[in-house]
């Protein structure tokens, strides 16, 4: 039994491992296609199932200045915009595109403050086809944010190793540490086998990457400020 519970528990930990390296760019492309997939039939009148709804909130949201019909095609383009740059997922892209979605939020979910009668009115408040078309946009504003954390200004997922024997973060030498932050950092070996190899977890090599950074800028600074 034993032998066959640590057989379990290594692979779940071969599978946690894919999902830490894998599933926020999964995310990603998922929710780039569903917001593709949401705008696209905006542009062609009569197509899509909230166009109603996205009307009426526009109308509100700019303050009846904008025509209905520029305000769809708007939205239409604000949602395969934050689709597309999802779908291409690289650095000055995704920036753009996550301050387009969250601008985009707001009027995700202003509906619920504009329209309460007409997402509720199905039998005791039920919500209509409507309102669960809404609600279910909660979960894609969780799905951004997780997405904005793990790819906007240098956020990732990582996983805590165990560590091995003779190896951990409280008795590693500070050299130990500072030698294992240059190798990678020179961009001979991947962060995660280079940590798997040292017993050590990413957490902790992007913790000491960051002290090591910041203490070679100050390092820095003090050194500029001595030659003037």
């Given amino acids: 039994m034993t032998s066959i519970g640590q057989r379990f528990v290594a692979l779940e930990n071969v599978v946690h491992r894919m999902l830490v390296r894998h599933s926020i760019a999964a995310l990603r492309i998922s929710v780039g296609a569903v917001f593709l997939g949401f705008g696209v039939p905006k542009y062609f009148p009569g197509v899509s199932p909230a166009e109603g709804l996205a009307a009426d909130t526009t109308h509100v949201l700019f303050l009846g200045l904008v025509p209905p019909d520029v305000a769809l095609v708007i939205v239409a383009t604000m949602e395969c915009f934050i689709g597309i740059c999802f779908l291409i997922g690289t650095g000055p892209v995704m920036r753009a ?97 280079l940590c798997a190899e040292q017993g050590i977890s990413e957490a902790s090599f992007y913790e000491w990457r960051d002290v090591t950074l910041t203490a070679a800028a100050a390092a820095l600074e003090e050194a500029q400020a001595a030659d003037r």
């Fill in 97 to 193: 595109a996550i301050w387009v979605l969250a601008a985009q939020f707001v009027g995700i979910l202003s509906p619920l403050v504009i329209e309460p009668a007409a997402l509720f009115s199905g039998p005791h408040h039920a919500p209509t086809l409507e309102g669960q078309y809404v609600l279910k946009d909660i979960i894609l504003v969780a799905a951004g944010m997780v997405i904005a954390a793990g790819t906007f200004r240098g956020g990732r997922m990582v996983r805590d190793e165990p560590q091995v024997a003779g190896a951990s973060r409280a008795v590693m030498a500070t050299e130990r540490k500072l030698e294992i932050v240059l190798t990678a950092q020179g961009g001979g070996r991947p962060v995660a086998e």
